[in-house]
């Protein structure tokens, strides 16, 4: 299974939703109408999340997907070409676009979310398999579990026979085929997800290891558990190092943040970095996206990255 020689940049199986959040003093009942005080609408998904993170950091990105033909798919559209990115997307008349309820409480910060994430719930092996060359040509080729498990598996087995380099972000922690983890050379869960995914506590370093250790008899290549403020661990059979986290600022908003880290990993990367290396960058571009307010949009341009990791 030898690389194609020209593989470049990345290539991203995953959603896009429309985040629509309503700031209000409290969640109103049934059959009542209440004032807020808030509205901000903003690109969501993890998939096209990370893909602008990747786009920015330098990457070329390929975003396979699929949208409706409505306003949120226009949205989508415009978001990935004014960052570059060559959408492989699926249009459907039959389902929207997906979106977010996101109500957040005004006075402390609570919220309750319901996401319906409409066309993506149909993307499939065959839409996998019909951007099989996006995959084929990218260095490297990033999934996650907001689309159906089955399209992440089938686009993890075209990755693995190109000579690909494959990371699997098994977010949200949803059952998937024992299959997927042999396919994977590197999965990218954070402690929550890894003690879901285990079985095991991951509240340290040391349960992080075993986690990571049960990653590696699962068939993984290398196991990078983000853990929050202590920084992530890259632990592999040749290496198991503590990436220290980085202080970009004052933290405003961590949604997003491992999307951030997942798509400065793919961009370092497919730019040719080493492991730790392209660790190192993924937790500096995260730490300045948490400095920044939305998902999307909070996701740091190149130079940001290169400056912070120049100073540290």
């Not at 309820?101 to 066309?119: P, Q, R």
């Not at 149909?122 to 689309?147: K, M, N, P, S, Y």
């Not at 983890?181 to 349960?207: K, M, Q, R, S, W």
């Not at 198991?240 to 943040?257: D, K, R, Y």
Request: glycine share 10%; aromatic share 6%.
């Amino acid at each position: 299974m030898s690389a194609v020689h020209n593989q470049r940049g990345v290539a991203i199986l995953g959603i896009y939703v429309a985040d629509l959040a309503f700031r209000a003093p409290h969640m109103p009942g049934v059959g009542q109408t209440i004032a807020g005080s808030g509205f901000a609408m903003g690109p969501g998904g993890k998939g096209s999340n990370q893909a602008v993170a990747a786009a920015r950091a330098g990457a070329e990105v390929t975003f396979i997907s699929t949208l409706g033909r409505d306003a949120f798919g226009d949205h989508a559209l415009a978001l990935w070409r004014g960052d570059g990115i060559t959408p492989r997307v699926s249009q459907v008349d039959t389902h929207p676009t997906g979106a977010a309820f996101i109500y957040l409480n005004e006075k402390n910060g609570d919220n309750a979310i319901i996401v319906v994430s409409g066309a993506a719930s149909l993307i499939g092996v065959a839409d996998v398999e019909a951007a099989a060359d996006a995959i084929e040509q990218a260095r490297v080729f990033v999934t996650q579990l907001e689309q159906p498990a089955d399209a992440a598996l089938r686009g993890l087995q075209i990755a693995r026979a190109a000579g690909t380099i494959t990371v699997f972000n098994p977010a949200p922690a949803l059952p998937f085929d024992d299959a997927v983890y042999p396919l994977c050379d590197f999965i990218t869960p954070n402690e929550h997800e890894a003690a879901i995914l285990t079985g095991l506590p991951v509240t340290n370093l040391e349960e992080a290891r075993a986690a990571g250790d049960a990653f590696l008899a699962r068939g993984v290549g290398c196991a990078l558990i983000t853990l929050g403020s202590q920084g992530a661990l890259l632990h592999s059979a040749s290496e198991s190092v503590l990436i220290a986290p980085f202080n970009a600022g004052p933290v405003l908003e961590t949604t997003g943040a491992g999307d951030a880290f997942n798509g400065g990993f793919a961009a370092a990367l497919a730019e040719g970095a080493t492991p730790r290396v392209a660790a190192r960058f993924a937790a500096a571009l995260a730490a300045i996206s948490v400095t920044r307010a939305g998902t999307a949009p909070s996701m740091p341009q190149r130079a940001d990255v290169d400056a912070l990791l120049a100073k540290a």
